[in-house]
Every structure is written in structure tokens, then in C-alpha cells.
Antibody, heavy 118, light 105 residues
Framework: VQLLQSGAEVKSPGASVKVSCKAS????????IYWVRQAPGQGLECMAM??????TRYSTEKFQDRVTLTSDTRSAYFQLTSLTPDDTAVYYC??????????????WGQGTKVTVSS | ENVLTQSPVTLSLSPGDRATLSCRGS???????LAWYQQKPGQPPRLLVY???IRATGIPGRFSGSGSGTDFTLTISGLEPEDAAVYYC??????FGQGTKVEIK
């Protein structure tokens, strides 16, 4: 079971970034995919989720105007627009089973470092 | 929104000691929605406990979660050198605490 994310990105302020998360080893449609970021030296911030097997997608109020979530048969995609230096962080995808409301994020991607700098 | 406050910020203990990490909510928890993670430098977090007290697959028995109301605890009984990490609590998927760093002397 693995989530494999795309490579590091360096972006200019105002640009957009798109991160991919490819799943393997399990039935993709039976788990939600969440996106969590971690700014340098900081804690974890849960930003958004998508149900690859359905139409549900959600972003927290802080990000709902800047996040686009998509998926195909084996991958989930996270796009963040209007980047600022404050968006510099490692972005993780993580899965959570659809079958239980009380489960945690049991598998994580390796993280994608996004640097926003002029 | 249930704001999670973890304490202490840093815990410095010796191998074999018991570590007690606290996660306090600004509102009463539904304990089943509480999870704990361990994160080592340069690695993604690892799920330790979910449902308040259920150890995730492959997690050693020295890790245990407990609590009720607004106060939850992660206990590491018999610290090992490899337990040096930052530990985060998470409530209802969307909210993380700020973390507790465990140092091994």
C-alpha cells in the first residue's frame, strides 16, 4: 500500500501549483484522500479532501477559494492557486477509510515540498 | 471548532521512562474521533492510535491512548531511543494539536 506524490516545486508568487498523489496496493475508491500541509518548523494543517469513488470534495473555509481537487482511476490531484510565500510548505496526501468515521490517516504520501519565492 | 492544546511543548526523558502527553480540547470531545500521530524529521506522520484508544496496525504495545471529556492522553510506557519524535493529536480529522516533542536523554 503506497501513496506516491509528485516532486518538489518552486513557484513565483501569484502562480499555481498542482500536486499529484498516486495510489497503489489497495482499492482506490474505498478511501478518502486528504491533503495536509506543514510549513517549515510548524505543525500539521488539514486543508481538503476528496472521495475518489464519488463526487464529494471539500476544502476548509481558509482555502476553499484557492483549492481545486480532482481524481482519476488511481490518482488524486491538488491544485492551489494565487500562491504567496506563506504557502511554502510540505504538502502531504493521506488516506482515510470510507468505512469508518473514527479511523485516522493510516497511509501518507512522502510529501511534496512547495517553495514560493520571487 | 474544537481547538486542541498539547502539553508539554517538549518532554525530555530517559530510555525506559514513561511519557505522558496531553491533548486538551476547547470543547468536549467525542473520544472516538481522537487520533495520535508520530512524526520524525523528514518523514510523514505515522498513525499510532485512532478512535481514542485503538492502536493502529503494527504499533507497539507501549503506545496507548486514553481519556474522556476534554482531556486525552498518549502514554508511551518504557521509552525507546527510536521514540524520539514530535507527537500530534488530531480531532475529527480536520483539527491537529500543535505537537509535543519527545527527546530521549
Amino acid at each position: 500500500v503506497q501513496l506516491l506524490q509528485s516532486g518538489a516545486e518552486v513557484k513565483s508568487p501569484g502562480a499555481s501549483v498542482k500536486v499529484s498523489c498516486k495510489a497503489s496496493g489497495y482499492m482506490f475508491t474505498t478511501y478518502y484522500i486528504y491533503w495536509v500541509r506543514q510549513a517549515p518548523g510548524q505543525g500539521l494543517e488539514c486543508m481538503a479532501m476528496i472521495n475518489p469513488g464519488g463526487s464529494t470534495r471539500y476544502s476548509t473555509e481558509k482555502f476553499q477559494d484557492r483549492v481545486t481537487l480532482t481524481s482519476d482511476t488511481r490518482s488524486a490531484y491538488f491544485q492551489l492557486t494565487s500562491l504567496t510565500p506563506d504557502d511554502t510548505a510540505v504538502y502531504y496526501c493521506a488516506r482515510k477509510t470510507i468505512a469508518s468515521l473514527t479511523s485516522g490517516f493510516d497511509v501518507w504520501g512522502q510529501g511534496t515540498k512547495v517553495t514560493v519565492s520571487s | 471548532e474544537n481547538v486542541l492544546t498539547q502539553s508539554p511543548v517538549t518532554l525530555s526523558l530517559s530510555p525506559g521512562d514513561r511519557a505522558t502527553l496531553s491533548c486538551r480540547g476547547s470543547q468536549t470531545f467525542i473520544s472516538n474521533y481522537l487520533a495520535w500521530y508520530q512524526q520524525k524529521p523528514g518523514q510523514p506522520p505515522r498513525l499510532l492510535v485512532y478512535g481514542g484508544s485503538i492502536r493502529a496496525t503494527g504499533i507497539p504495545g507501549r503506545f496507548s491512548g486514553s481519556g474522556s471529556g476534554t482531556d486525552f492522553t498518549l502514554t508511551i510506557s518504557g521509552l525507546e531511543p527510536e521514540d524520539a519524535a514530535v507527537y500530534y493529536c488530531q480531532y475529527d480529522t480536520w483539527t491537529f494539536g500543535q505537537g509535543t516533542k519527545v527527546e530521549i536523554k
